[in-house]
């Protein structure tokens, strides 16, 4: 079992930046592959960034590559999503799920079902 709470979201001004966090914890944490999505009112829920057991394979949404990092610290069984230059259309509630193994899939890591626990949720909102 592996239980995941996220913090960090708030408001920021567009091209501002923020850092989330997911604790997890379960001996599974640092074994399972991590994602973070995202759902905004009335959208369907989106993979924004997955990474491996190990840090070594990850994947980006083409609508953050280059403005978001997704990394994970095993020893103290978080993982991280440092958001930058970010705009209105990022406001969302962000989640971080665990996948039952080690290796996102690279033709399904955005898929939701792919995830096995999540996280409660954190706002994110980018407001003047």
């Known amino acids: 079992q592996v239980q995941l709470v996220e913090s960090g979201g708030g408001l920021v001004q567009p091209g501002g930046s923020l850092t989330l966090s997911c604790a997890g914890s379960?001996?599974?944490?640092?074994?399972?592959?991590m994602a973070w999505f995202r759902q905004a009112p009335g959208k369907e829920r989106e993979g924004v960034a997955a990474?491996?057991?190990?840090?070594?394979?990850?994947y980006y949404a083409e609508s953050v590559k280059g403005r978001f990092t997704i990394s994970r610290d095993n020893a103290k069984n978080t993982v991280y999503l440092q958001m930058s230059s970010l705009k209105p259309e990022d406001t969302a509630v962000y989640y971080c799920?665990?996948?039952?193994?080690?290796?996102?899939?690279?033709?399904?890591?955005?898929?939701?079902?792919?995830?096995?626990?999540w996280g409660q949720g954190t706002q994110v909102t980018v407001s003047s």
């Open positions: 799920a665990s996948s039952p193994g080690p290796w996102p899939d690279t033709s399904k890591w955005y898929d939701h079902s792919e995830y096995n626990y």
């Open positions: 379960g001996r599974a944490f640092s074994t399972n592959a």
């Open positions: 990474i491996s057991w190990n840090g070594g394979r990850i």
